[in-house]
């Protein structure tokens, strides 16, 4: 997340996008014990921003940033999680997922139709099956929900030992169906040292067209 990307850290491009949303109140920045380089960034925003220190699971460190802001509120607020590797979220996916999961009981991510031919393999390697792409969309971030609501997702993920790799897994584990808002495809995860010129690039591209 402190890789850089024209001249700065990631993280900072996924802060600065995220607070730049008028309706985000605060952001609480989950970082791992031995971190020495997050005390060095220095990013005036509009919003709070707190910084809490994570778990050994991406659900242990989530169930951490929602415990530090249950201390902060009286209520029960929506609360958005977002990779910090993501740092080319647009502002407009942002409000179709407030103005979507605002109104629901349950929440929603945003998601990507697959566009790709999917197949199914074996333990070899071998071709099983081909899978319906019309039923398959890439799970992206940020993800909404109830603090409450993911809070207790969560904990019971933990109990059952159920393994989830996003907070809708979770929520979907205990029955319920959360919304899949379509968001764009360049909201792409930085994982590799490659996509690092393409988030660049796509970051470029988005402050032409504005």
Known sequence: QYLAIADEPMIVHTLKRLAS??????????????????????????????????????????????????????????????????????????????QRCYDSDVGGILGAPVVDTIKKVTTQHTIAKTVDRAEVWRALTPQMFRLEMLRAALLQAQQSNYGITDEASAIEAMGYQPLMIQGHADNIKVTVPDDLLIAEAILQQQRQCR
């Not at 910084?51 to 609360?79: F, H």
């Open 21 to 98: 949303y008028h309706k985000v109140s605060a952001i609480v920045v989950v970082i791992a014990q031995e971190d020495e380089r997050w005390p060095s960034i220095k990013l005036p925003l509009r919003c709070p921003l707190y910084t809490v220190i994570g778990g050994e699971t991406r659900a242990d460190s989530v169930m951490n940033g929602l415990a530090y802001i249950q201390q902060k509120v009286s209520d029960d607020p929506w609360v958005l999680v977002h990779d910090a590797a993501r740092p080319c979220i647009r502002m407009s996916d942002i409000e179709s997922l407030f």
